[in-house]
């Protein structure tokens, strides 16, 4: 067994990372989905929650092998955010936000983790990836 992944991003940004990624590593074998959470400016916005925290909670099960699920979205307090943090009151999961590549990547590199386990890999892959000019901090000063 293993911990599924499920990413729920605004526009098509998760399904875009999986597919880099896996252009990038080829295959894996952890269960993986995107959820691309699109509102029209003039949808009713509460009915469009639920529609959309439904078929996150159906990708959450189809991924769901048993031993939890990851859930990575783009942006914290976003709906995207929000949708996950429903999942996690009711589900087996963890809760990444702030999603890119590299920490996808980590991930993806990473079969056969604990959820605990996966949840730090995503974590230190996605702080990581991130420098200034190559370096941790480039030379900038966090004062």
Request: aromatic share 4%; hydrophobic share 40%; proline share 1%.
């Amino acid at each position: 067994m293993s911990v599924g992944i499920l990413v729920i991003s605004h526009g098509n940004i998760g399904s875009s990372f999986i597919d880099a990624a896996k252009q990038m590593i080829g295959q894996n074998t952890l269960k993986i989905k995107a959820l691309d959470a699109n509102i029209a400016l003039d949808a009713n916005i509460e009915s469009t929650l639920d529609e959309l925290y439904a078929k996150a909670s159906l990708l959450v099960k189809e991924v769901d092998q048993g031993d939890g699920v990851l859930v990575l979205t783009d942006l914290f307090g976003s709906t995207p955010s929000n949708i996950a943090h429903r999942l996690y009151e009711k589900n087996n999961i963890s809760v990444v936000t702030g999603i890119n590549l590299p920490m996808l990547i980590r991930i993806l590199s990473s079969s056969r983790l604990s959820l605990e386990a996966i949840t730090k890999k995503a974590y230190s892959g996605g702080v990581d990836g991130i420098k200034i000019n190559g370096t941790d901090n480039g030379g900038i000063s966090e004062k």
